[in-house]
């Protein structure tokens, strides 16, 4: 596939779009054929045994061109692009109308604006095992130390209608600095995606973003979602039901099972334009 770079329509000022912040990214096992109903035909699923790698990478922004704001992208699976594989993005949840137009505009992402309603409470000190001990003092995982348990609870807008997508529960330092010390090694690395084919864009794009953070292993959030709607193949006619069903399997891939959460302090991620994919 060729790439040819795109450009941007939005007030974000030239790229590369810088944000700062911290994040949570949940890598979760999700069934292949809740994946491949966002992913376009011409793309094979990285996948075995009916699953493929999906998650959700939740993010709380203190500095970006749109100024603050959070961000749920929901990870519907891993798509195989020679000779890596690049994720691929079921939904994107943001509380800024800036952030959203330009996610749909300029990356090509499902961006939808949502509510993101936060609780905090301190929680008592865990006991230590010998194995998170080891891993607490190398810096990639932490049980002790001020923790606070906070809920996050993320609802899409859609004019006056909210609708509930999830609630997000996770344990998080009291502080930036908590008292048991290094909040993990500095990494840099690079999360490729693909993006596009939604009605604000139709072209298939791809881009990358090059991340700098503090990382370390915490336990895996637990995620609450509503059931899902039941849908008939009558109903599936109208894109108001398609879009609801969409929004049904967005969930499912938050309910899957985690295997992996990783949190990222100190983030600094840089995104570049997207580039046009076009097949040879």
């Known amino acids: 596939m060729d790439h040819r770079k795109t450009h941007s329509p939005s007030g974000y000022g030239k790229p590369p779009w810088v944000f700062r912040g911290s994040a949570l990214y949940q890598l979760h096992l999700v069934k292949a054929e809740t994946a491949r109903a966002f992913i376009p035909k011409e793309f094979r699923l990285v996948e075995a045994f009916g699953y493929t790698l999906g998650g959700f990478f939740l993010a709380n922004y203190d500095d970006s061109p749109a100024g603050k704001f959070d961000e749920l992208v929901v990870i519907a699976g891993t798509v195989w692009n020679p000779p890596t594989s690049c994720a691929w993005a079921a939904r994107v949840l943001v509380n800024s109308d800036e952030a959203c137009i330009h996610g749909q505009k300029d990356i090509g992402l499902p961006s939808q604006v949502a509510k993101f309603s936060k609780t905090v409470?301190?929680?008592?000190?865990?006991?230590?095992?010998?194995?998170?001990?080891?891993?607490?003092?190398?810096?990639?995982?932490?049980?002790?130390?001020?923790?606070?348990?906070?809920?996050?609870?993320?609802?899409?807008?859609?004019?006056?209608?909210?609708?509930?997508?999830?609630?997000?529960?996770?344990?998080?330092?009291?502080?930036?600095?908590?008292?048991?010390?290094?909040?993990?090694?500095?990494?840099?690395?690079?999360?490729?995606?693909?993006?596009?084919?939604?009605?604000?864009?139709?072209?298939?794009?791809?881009?990358?973003?090059?991340?700098?953070?503090?990382?370390?292993?915490?336990?895996?959030?637990?995620?609450?979602?509503?059931?899902?709607?039941?849908?008939?193949?009558?109903?599936?006619?109208?894109?108001?039901?398609?879009?609801?069903?969409?929004?049904?399997?967005?969930?499912?891939?938050?309910?899957?099972?985690?295997?992996?959460?990783?949190?990222?302090?100190?983030?600094?991620?840089?995104?570049?334009?997207?580039?046009?994919?076009?097949?040879?």
């Open 121 to 280: 409470r301190a929680i008592a000190k865990t006991s230590e095992t010998k194995t998170s001990g080891f891993l607490n003092m190398v810096g990639m995982f932490s049980l002790d130390g001020p923790k606070n348990s906070m809920d996050v609870q993320v609802s899409e807008m859609k004019g006056m209608e909210e609708m509930n997508i999830c609630n997000i529960n996770f344990s998080a330092p009291a502080s930036e600095l908590e008292s048991s010390g290094w909040m993990g090694p500095l990494v840099k690395l690079s999360l490729p995606s693909f993006s596009g084919r939604t009605k604000y864009n139709r072209h298939l794009l791809k881009y990358s973003c090059q991340i700098e953070c503090r990382v370390r292993a915490v336990a895996p959030a637990k995620v609450l979602g509503p059931p899902p709607p039941a849908v008939d193949v009558d109903e599936e006619r109208s894109c108001r039901e398609l879009r609801k069903k969409k929004r049904s399997l967005s969930v499912s891939v938050l309910l899957s099972k985690p295997i992996l959460a990783l949190q990222f302090n100190r983030l600094e991620m840089k995104v570049e334009a997207p580039t046009t994919v076009c097949k040879r």
